[in-house]
């Protein structure tokens, strides 16, 4: 069963609601080897700004739907569970990504 959330509880005192900015970093990539047999690493990740929608939690793993600052689409990013290899694309392993929020300016009048 799939259950959808408005926040999302990160940290013992972070907590992001909708609408609410998040810096994303870390995130999936791919392992194996190029044509020469070299060992290859590369990163499937989109870090960067996002603004929050909402935390979808199926089974043990969960995922924030947002909406990418500077590339202007909606991504959905795993956050929460174990790292594991996909099971349909070789190669490719699924590491949650890091969540920090952005603190907002105050503005003193």
Same mark, same amino acid.
């Given at each position: #069963? %799939?259950?959808? =959330?408005?926040?999302?509880?990160? *940290? ?14 870390? *995130?999936?990539?791919?392992? *194996?080897?190029?044509? @020469? ?11 960067? #700004? =996002? @603004? ?6 199926? /089974? ?12 202007? %689409?909606?991504?959905?990013? =795993?956050?929460? *569970? /174990? %790292?594991? /290899? ?8 699924? &590491? ?6 952005? &603190?907002?300016? &105050?503005?003193?009048?």
């Amino acid at each position: #069963m %799939t259950l959808q =959330y408005h926040e999302y509880r990160f *940290g013992q005192r972070g907590v992001l609601r909708t609408g609410d900015l998040l810096r994303a970093s870390r *995130g999936p990539f791919f392992r *194996g080897t190029d044509a @020469r047999g070299q060992k290859l690493r590369q990163s499937l990740a989109r870090p960067g #700004m =996002y @603004r929050f929608l909402n935390y979808v939690v199926s /089974r043990q793993r969960g995922w924030i739907n947002a909406f990418h600052l500077e590339r202007s %689409t909606y991504e959905t990013l =795993y956050v929460t *569970g /174990r %790292t594991f /290899r996909s099971p349909t694309i070789a190669g490719v392993v699924n &590491r949650p990504y890091k969540i920090r929020a952005v &603190r907002r300016n &105050r503005s003193s009048d």
